[in-house]
Structures are given as C-alpha cells and as structure tokens.
C-alpha cells in the first residue's frame, strides 16, 4: 500500500482499531545527525503521504464547491471556533514592544490547560485514551508561547494533528475536501487572527527568501486548486483585480491577498520567491515545484523539524514496507 494511502487507510473500518498505546509524543531530533532518521521515519512517509493525498483529493476543485461535511469535521471547526473566541476574550495588552504581544502567552495557557478536553469532543468515547497524544499535536500548531511566533513547524504540526486523527479513523477517505476547505481553511483564518492580534513574530524566516512569513501548505493545497483553471494562469495572481475577485474560492489567492494586506511596497520586492513562482508556465507545474521546496526547506531543515514530536500515532521507527 502506498503511503499516501496508508495515512487515510482507516476508510471504511467501523470496528475500533486494535488495542494501540497510545503515548504522549516527544521529540527525537535533537542534532543534526539525527535528521537522517526523520527521513527513514514511519512518520515521515505517513506525513507526506497524508499532504500528497490532500493534494490529490483537492486538484481543480473550488473552495465554494459541494462537498460532504462529516461530525467530526463539524466538530473540529467547532474546536477552532472556540480558539477564535478565546482570542476576543484576550485582547492585546499595552507593551513598549510592537511585536509579539504578551497577551499571546495568557491565550496559550488556556489552550494549553483545554487542548485535551477539547479534542476529546472531537474522537469517540472508545478512542478516548488516544487524546493526550493527539492534543501534543493541536497546543504545537499554534506558535511558540516563549518567542511568540509562528511558521511553517507550526502549521506542520497541526497536519500532524489530522493526520493522527485520520490514522485513529475519526477522519476518512471520503473527508479529504473537508480536511483542507472547511477545517485546515479555519485553522488559517484563526491563525492569521492571532499572528494579526498579538503581531507574532515569523519563526525561522527567511525575509524576503522564504516563499511566506507564516504558512506554506496552502500554497501547496492551493496551487493544485487551479491545476488545468480554464482562464487563471500563474501570471494572474500578482494581478490586484483577479485576486479580489476569485480569493474566496481558492486557497492561493487567499494567502496572497494576506500578504498584500500585511506588507507594503512592490510585491516582487517584499515577496520575491512567489515573484518568481508567477513566471512559470502551469499551476501543475507550480505544484510539483512547491512539493519539492517544502520537502528542502521544510521538512528537511533541523531548526523546523528539530521541534517535531513523536508519538504511537507518528513513529519516529524506520518504515516498514
């Protein structure tokens, strides 16, 4: 079996899986030697696959398009509706800083106090043992409460979190529009909220070298949105005009229009990685490339990965074909 199917292979099983222990995941890559490891890992192969599934599952598709909304998927919204609230509740304190207001660290501990209560409302009451490895998941997916910031470590973790709750069968086959439009596009917005509210600072940027200050996945996601669009070309999306009329049904144009909001001065300057990105040909193209950065500047990086943790869900063992 592949492992782009392995990750969502709990399709159809309406049994509980067999007893796992479950465990509170921890880190493992603790040097740089140890990154060899993370490549030959279960989790790796399980990770990406669960990324390239999604890719699939989402190619040419619209955001506003039909798709099935399953409970738990309801459910999971409903979990990142109450992080949103949670931010209204907390508003941003005077501080001599700009960036990287304090605020975030009392928003942090609330998740941090709630994580397993509220993925527990999340997975059935048989699976219950499995909610302090998966909350590891949800309280590393959204920033680092010492540093206050934020980047693509953290949104890796929270495809960790759905990959997990796939692997224990809360998630299935038939979810993946779901896991990308209606849940992973929530996380975005609460996430742009609290980089926006508390002006989180960019982990591990890259300034204008890197593709995005804070996210990458939805370019990924996004790109393949538009794989074989009758009229919009890679060229469009610097276009002001065709990104304010076509942002709400692609994933791209959203993150783009977040950049333009965010930034000043000529985006070829303030963002010139997806400057350059604009200049290829297809968005199939544009998606094999952004596949291929993520997996170098990603997921093959020690001070991104070096954070990741391991658990029974997302091994750090070799894969065993």
């Keep these: 079996m592949l492992s782009s199917e392995r990750a969502l292979k709990l399709k159809d099983e309406v049994a509980p899986p067999l007893q796992q222990n479950f465990m509170i995941p921890k880190k493992e890559i603790n040097m740089v030697s140890d990154m060899a490891k993370w490549k030959r890992s279960q989790a790796y192969a399980d990770y990406m696959g669960f990324i390239l599934t999604l890719n699939e599952g989402v190619r040419g598709k619209k955001l506003t398009c039909e798709y099935k909304v399953s409970e738990p998927i309801e459910k999971l919204v409903a979990l990142l509706n109450t992080l949103d609230r949670w931010i209204d509740e907390t508003p941003p304190v005077d501080q001599p800083s700009r960036f990287g207001n304090k605020a975030f660290r009392t928003w942090y501990a609330k998740l941090d106090q709630e994580a397993e209560k509220l993925v527990a409302t999340v997975i059935p009451k048989h699976l219950a043992d499995a909610a302090p490895e998966v909350a590891v998941y949800l309280k590393e997916s959204v920033g680092n409460s010492t540093r206050i910031d934020y980047g693509t470590g953290h949104e890796a973790a929270f495809a960790a979190f759905l990959c997990c709750l796939c692997k224990i069968g809360v998630l299935r086959v038939d979810d993946q529009m779901a896991i990308v439009f209606k849940v992973f596009n929530r ?135």
């Design 187 to 321: 996380y975005l917005e609460v996430m742009r909220k609290l980089q926006k509210t508390y002006r989180m600072e960019p982990a591990g940027s890259q300034g204008v070298w890197g593709l995005d200050d804070f996210q990458f996945l939805p370019f990924i996601w996004g790109s393949s949105q538009l794989i074989d669009h009758p009229n919009l070309e890679p060229r469009h999306f610097v276009d002001e005009k065709v990104v304010n009329e076509n942002h709400k049904d692609f994933m791209f144009l959203e993150c783009i229009l977040f950049i333009t909001e965010m930034k000043t001065g000529p985006f070829a300057e303030h963002s010139n990685q997806l400057w350059n990105i604009s200049a290829v040909p297809s968005w199939s193209k544009v998606n094999q490339g952004l596949i291929r950065m993520y997996k170098a500047e990603c997921l093959e990086k020690f001070p991104v990965i070096q954070h990741f943790k391991f658990g029974s869900l997302l091994p750090i063992q070799p894969v065993t074909s």
